[in-house]
């Protein structure tokens, strides 16, 4: 027996919560054609699953693919994959309290990543925040490229930049985010790019008062109470846009 034929399938709940959150993702412009969401395999914490080469949007259960903890796909090779797939497998393995990822491009918060001005806690729906939010410069780790994190080492460099925050911003790119399960990183990627937005219009009325230290902590610790709630009402949206789809 091969190795890969002795691989435990994902739980098909996994599976199908991956599917809609790839969904709920595009329907709240955090991605577009572009953008990926992981998590990591229910019964193999080394490997994680994540959608072939394909658009959020279009994302179904027969598109999910389990990668070992290299980003290489378990079976399949011959398909083509997410080339900034290594941004997932490097997080998943300097950080075990990491359950999922998302990755994207939201526009709203590439001015953070691309000015000197930080991405702050502007309400409390974002507090998580107020954790940190570092950038990664990929000139710094790696000269001229195409921006794209598309090797382990570029996403080794990443991971650390993340360190044991939630989210890093990556200039002229995007940013990624992690979190101890799939509705919470979705939860925070909607809620950094609402802040990001929210953000750059106090900018432009005056300065700013962000959450304290203290006021980010207690109110991130109160949002991740009532995440089934945001989730239950974004999945349920993305079931009835899929089924009025096919329909
Ligand atoms: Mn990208």
Redesign the pocket.
């Known amino acids: 027996m091969t190795k890969s034929a002795r691989l435990l399938p994902a739980a098909r709940d996994l599976v199908n919560t991956l599917v809609i959150a790839n969904r709920i993702l595009f329907d709240h412009d955090v991605v577009d054609a ?2 990926h969401i992981s998590v990591r395999h229910d019964k193999d914490p080394a490997k994680f699953l994540m959608s072939r080469h394909l658009a959020p949007g279009l994302v179904t259960a027969k598109d999910i693919v389990t990668f070992d903890r290299d980003a290489n796909a378990v079976a399949d090779p011959a398909q083509r994959y997410y080339s ?1 797939r290594f941004i997932h497998s490097e997080i998943y393995k300097r950080r075990p309290d990491v359950v999922a990822v998302v ?1 994207c ?1 939201a526009p709203p918060l590439i001015p953070f990543g691309a000015t000197r001005t930080p991405l702050q806690p502007i309400y409390h729906m974002s507090a998580y925040i107020g954790a940190g939010t570092p950038v990664f410069d990929i000139r710094e780790a790696a000269g001229m490229t195409d921006m ?1 994190i598309r090797t382990p080492a570029l996403g080794a460099a990443l991971a650390e930049t993340l360190a044991d925050k939630p989210l890093v911003l990556m200039r002229g ?2 940013a990624t985010m992690v979190g101890a399960g799939i509705p919470q990183v979705v939860y925070r990627a909607i809620y950094a790019k609402l802040n990001a937005a929210l953000q750059m219009d106090a900018l432009k009325l005056g300065t700013p008062i962000y959450l304290a230290p203290e006021e980010a902590a207690k109110a991130a610790a109160a949002n991740d109470r009532s995440l089934e709630r945001a989730w239950n009402l974004w999945a349920r949206a993305a079931r009835a846009k899929r089924k009025g789809a096919r329909a």
């Open positions: 572009f953008g900034e990755h491009h794209l790119h995007g």
